[in-house]
């Protein structure tokens, strides 16, 4: 009856991905059609293989198509560093900021007592493992400047306590960024942490 | 080696959607591993449904899943005028307007000398059929005010000049839009015109 169902259904799922809404689906569903052998069934056939073989590292909480990622089981990354980040999403990003040649440790969220998340969903008991297991002499918790964030930052600074050396990024002036952009809290640990020139 | 290979290329096809970068793709394929089974695999198969389906109508240019598309079938539409527009996204804007109770005609595009696209491109031979065809005695020229689309609309109208009722939509404030935000032209061609209250 509605030859347009499929091609309605497909917009609809679309839809529902962070970042787009119904316009930006329409308009993304209508350029895959029309590029079908060239994106639409690519990346149909990509999202089958990643819904297929993606897997969390079960020792770090990486993404990736193994069981242990490629970071946990490069030898060059066990340089007695672990970067503790919330989300995958992190990892990414400080990999690109390519200075950190350390390890990671996802937590895949932060402490929250309202949805139930304790200790043992972010992975924590693991964190602790891993000191001795891979003879870790630094933590640097990379976690989000927020109130859970900062809770969870202190719940495993506490687990970690005179175990390793405990360590956190450096707050200030973002790159590129301009002072009258920047919100109070940023400019007050700014200044409270200026530097010699 | 690289176990992130294969979700670092599905991220990459997915920035090159229209509306999504390498940031939001980031953040969409996440979200999609995360709810795998309920958005990634269904999502997946919704793809490769319509890849293997979806086509033109033969009769007027609209997506469908069936050689004639469901408003070309619609013995109800067939009330004498078609509405001729550039896109199958323009067909899909009209008929959420759900004022126009006729049919369509998608051109898929403008004349364009620089890009080779003459009429035959643009489906105009099968509209002058269907004038007869289908005893059409109106047809809306519903394209962009663009300088391709008005070139386009002149075109049209000299092909079936005296053949038919020709129309094009109003030009004015859109509903809810405010004077200080419209450009100059639009606020001339809705002065000129102007109607009695």
Known sequence: MNSTR??????????????????????????????????????????QRVAATARECVNCGNLGTTELCDICTAEKRANGQICVVEDVADLWAMERGGVFKGRYHVLGGTLSAL????????????????LTEEGVNEVILAVGATVDGQTTAHYIADQLEGRVRLTSLAQGVPIGGELDYLDDGTISAALNARKEI
């Open 6 to 47: 499929d091609i309605e259904a497909l917009i609809e799922m679309m839809a529902r991905l962070p970042g787009l809404g119904p316009r930006s689906a329409r308009r993304a569903v209508l350029h895959l059609i029309r590029k079908r052998e060239l994106l639409l069934t690519p990346l149909a056939d990509q999202m």
């Open 115 to 130: 949805d139930q998340i304790g200790p043992e969903q972010l992975r924590i008991p693991r964190l602790v493992a891993r």
